[in-house]
């Protein structure tokens, strides 16, 4: 068994796990993305492919066997002192120092240099700085073990969910399955993430008269009642595995159709596939009858009239303008357009037939992602872990130091154990010792 | 005119950036006193075009060429000694210094109109990310360039090249690591994945894969001299492609050179 973790712990086999994924990376994934091949399909290769899950589950192996054959000499190494009765063999490279041993002038001396936890003896002191670094190693590793069985985790079903959800301003998203417009799977229905909230807000800009998206944003009310803030960049957590995001927005008019009878429909908040300007989307009102109205809208955020022509000045919605057309359709499908280009801004009301179409209100809609992923503070805490190890290692390399009488004078020694600067560290050592410091 | 004073301080700049590559190269002491200048009108630059986008140089490639260029010239400042006065000794830091004029000018061939950022921008995240991102660069960029002193010369070319080859991977590993990091984070809370493996990002951890090789390479097999220089080597057109292919080849997240699609 211990044969079986040396070699899975081995640097020859992390190495070559090493070279076999850059290999992977490089042959399958990159001629694929040049090739324009979506993004979803590339990650299904890299999470799904035998291939790749293999060389996974290797460095998985690799990993933990790292940190189980390392960790206890990792240990003994950081706490390694040595005892005050005899003084620590001092190595050949040593240099000297014309000055006499005095025990206060060399205390000083390291701790100028940054040597903590001395140890002194008669005619000797030693220090060191960074005690602790080499458990960085292990740390990095295990980290890197962590977010790998963090991927693992997100991995299975039910461990991650993702919906999309199209609120409009003044709406409540209740979490129900059929509010979501889309979903990644199909959950069974207690596995909806428990969310609610209602949608108070949505602000959106664009940069002068051009398509550069520049705020998104908006405010929407939780079931507490308290309001929070959210943007693209900046979701709104409800816990740390569960977050309500903004993705996009659109427009979302409120209808309200009507004739001598009264009301047929509305007021309907129609949330609608109208952006950019160009773009046209219908609803459809069911008529007295056995017909129906098919009511196309094309919405021009900031409208001007140039040439005669119906143009949106920037892609802002600043004063609205909306072009219908209205069709009837009858209940055996024949289609005949009762109302062509017609234009209406929020407040105002058009005629057809006897009916009266009304856009109360222009609103606009958030498209929300709704997550949850139950391994995203593994995955956290395994990333903080990989770069606390790293640092702490590679940043913070582990020094020792040791000053010995030698006649008259003291021969000074100091070690790095990952960049091996030792000249230069006892050369700093030396100078803080001579000038008394 | 805030537009037109940025532009006059970032030519002025660049001006003496390439000057001062020039003396570098040359080993005239005038390098340093040059560079400063250049590091300085720079930092006008960037702070008036500041002014007018409400963001640091960070979005598209004119503005990545700004921030890359203004790092790796302070960054020879710093490593060629600050209190020094000589020429720029190093054979590493002059082949790095030349790197300045050379990414500027390549910003040359993009869009240099200054825009607010886009929403997906709009973080503290992403200016973090943006900040390991460079000084990652720069870092890695001169351990590339000591690998090709040692690959070409031999490590007795320049004192401690050895050292510092390994030294560079190393820093630069742990600032590589802490983009992808914040950048992981960042991609979470935008898209709910951690890494989207787009082009940008396979060539990231093919990178952070390469380095990690190096690094076991050196503490585990012993690797130096010019071993360890052609694997440091190898791994350049990667660091390049990482930093610079998304001013290419657009279908990636990292694409920033927006096209002026106007409305009417």
């Known amino acids: 068994m211990r044969n079986i973790v040396s070699v899975l712990g081995s640097r020859s086999f992390a190495t070559a796990l090493i070279l076999s994924w850059i290999a992977l990376l490089a042959v399958w994934i990159i001629p694929f993305q040049f090739y324009g091949l979506p993004t979803e399909q590339l990650q299904r290769i890299v999470y799904q492919e035998p291939f790749f899950q293999l060389v996974y589950a290797l460095i998985v192996l690799n990993g933990v066997a790292c940190v189980v054959v390392r960790l206890r000499s990792k240990i003994r190494q950081s706490i390694k002192m040595p005892g005050s009765s005899s003084c620590p063999r001092v190595p050949d490279a040593a240099l000297a120092v014309e000055v006499g041993f005095d025990p206060a002038r060399v205390s000083t001396a390291l701790r100028a240099a940054g040597y903590r936890r001395m140890v002194e003896g008669d005619g000797w002191a030693w220090g060191v700085r960074n005690r602790w670094s080499p458990l960085g190693t292990v740390a990095s590793h295990a980290g890197m073990v962590i977010v790998a069985v963090g991927i693992l985790w997100s991995l299975q079903p039910g461990a991650v969910f993702s919906g999309t959800a199209l609120v409009a301003e003044g709406e409540t998203f209740t979490g129900d399955a059929a509010q979501y417009r889309s979903v990644d799977a199909t959950p069974a229905p207690d596995e909806f993430p428990d969310v609610r909230f209602t949608l108070r807000d949505v602000d959106t800009s664009f940069y002068r008269d051009m398509l550069l998206f520049t705020q998104l944003d908006g405010v929407l009310e939780t079931e507490s009642g308290s309001r929070r803030r959210f943007s693209l960049a900046s979701p709104h957590l409800v816990s740390p595995t569960t977050m309500v995001a903004v993705e996009d927005f659109g427009y979302a008019p409120s209808v309200t159709v009507k004739d001598a009878r009264g009301v047929i429909d509305g007021p309907v908040i129609h949330k609608l596939k109208v952006f950019p300007p160009g773009s046209v989307d219908t609803f459809s009102v069911h008529d007295r009858g056995a017909g129906e109205f098919e009511i196309a809208m094309e919405v021009f955020g900031d409208a001007e009239v140039r040439d005669g022509v119906l143009r949106s000045k920037s892609f802002n919605l600043t004063d609205p303008r909306i072009r219908v057309d209205v069709t009837r359709v009858t209940s055996v499908g024949a289609r005949n357009v009762i109302l062509e280009h017609a234009v209406v801004a929020p407040g105002d009301s058009i005629e057809f037939e006897g009916v009266t179409l009304q856009v109360d209100e222009m609103r606009e809609f958030g498209v929300f992602r709704i997550a949850r992923m139950t391994p995203a503070p593994l995955l956290a805490a395994g990333l903080a872990l990989v770069m606390l190890g790293l640092t702490m290692r590679l940043a913070f390399p582990r020094r020792e130091a040791l000053v010995a009488t030698d006649g008259d004078s003291v021969l000074v020694s100091a070690r790095q154990d990952v960049y091996r600067e030792n000249d230069m560290l006892q050369a700093r050592l030396a100078e803080l010792l001579a000038e008394g410091r | ?264």
Do not use: C
């Open chain 2, 1 to 264: 005119m805030m537009t037109t004073a940025s532009m006059l301080f970032y030519w002025l700049g660049a001006a003496s950036l390439i000057a001062a590559a020039v003396l570098g190269w040359r080993l005239l002491p005038q390098w340093r006193p040059m560079t400063w200048a250049g590091v300085g009108l720079l930092t006008v630059a960037a702070l008036l075009r500041w002014i007018v986008t409400a963001h640091p140089p960070i979005f598209g490639t004119f503005e990545n060429t700004i921030a890359a260029g203004w790092m790796i010239a302070l960054y020879v400042l710093i490593a060629a000694g600050v209190r020094d006065r000589g020429p720029l000794g190093p054979r590493s830091l002059r082949y790095l210094l030349a790197w300045v004029p050379m990414l500027l000018a390549y910003g040359w061939f993009f869009n240099m109109t200054p825009y607010p950022l886009t929403i997906s921008e709009r973080s503290i995240i992403v200016d973090i990310h943006v900040l390991f991102a460079w000084l990652a660069f720069a870092v890695l960029l001169h351990a590339a360039m000591v690998a090709l002193v040692v690959a070409t010369r031999g490590a007795d070319d320049e004192p401690g090249a050895d050292h510092r080859l390994f030294k560079g991977v190393a820093t630069g590993f742990v600032l590589f690591s802490a983009m992808l990091a914040v950048g992981s984070i960042y991609s979470y809370l935008l898209f709910g994945t951690w890494y989207a493996w787009e082009l940008v990002e396979t060539f990231a951890f093919i990178g952070w894969l390469g380095y990690g090789a190096v690094i076991h390479a050196r503490l585990l097999f012993g690797w130096k001299g010019k071993p360890l220089a052609y694997a440091v080597l190898s791994l350049l057109p990667v660091l390049l492609a990482t930093f610079w292919i998304w001013s290419i080849y657009s279908n990636t997240y990292h694409f920033f050179d927006i096209p002026e699609i106007r409305a009417g």
